[in-house]
């Protein structure tokens, strides 16, 4: 079992950056595929960035590719999320995944483990 915490959320102006960090407990990280998702006020929880375990493969939603970048280090038991040109649309609870399986994922039921969110609001 893993236990997720996220961390770097705030109040941003439009056009500004914030890198979310997500530490992890226990000894097992890097056998963990990891996610970030986001869930707007109303809406369903949508897919963000995946990472494989040892950060060689990354997956983007198309809403985000190009602005943010998902990575990890496995040494510090830590996936990020780099967010850059924030929107107003983006302003979301942001969470982490872990999943248990072997194939970098978008599907919301592959992660296992989730923390408890931090919050993104980008003003304009």
């Known amino acids: 079992q893993v236990q997720l915490v996220e961390s770097g959320g705030g109040l941003v102006q439009a056009g500004g950056s914030l890198r979310l960090s997500c530490a992890a407990s226990?000894?097992?990280?890097?056998?963990?595929?990891m996610g970030w998702f986001r869930q707007a006020p109303g809406k369903e929880r949508e897919f963000v960035a995946a990472i494989s375990r040892n950060g060689g493969s990354t997956i983007h939603a198309d809403a985000v590719k190009g602005r943010f970048t998902i990575s990890r280090d496995n040494a510090k038991n830590t996936v990020y999320l780099q967010m850059n040109s924030l929107k107003p649309d983006d302003t979301a609870v942001y969470y982490c995944?872990?999943?248990?399986?072997?194939?970098?994922?978008?599907?919301?039921?592959?992660?296992?483990?989730w923390g408890q969110g931090t919050q993104v609001t980008v003003s304009s």
């Open positions: 226990g000894r097992t990280f890097d056998t963990y595929v």
């Open positions: 995944g872990a999943g248990r399986g072997y194939r970098v994922t978008t599907r919301l039921g592959e992660y296992d483990y």
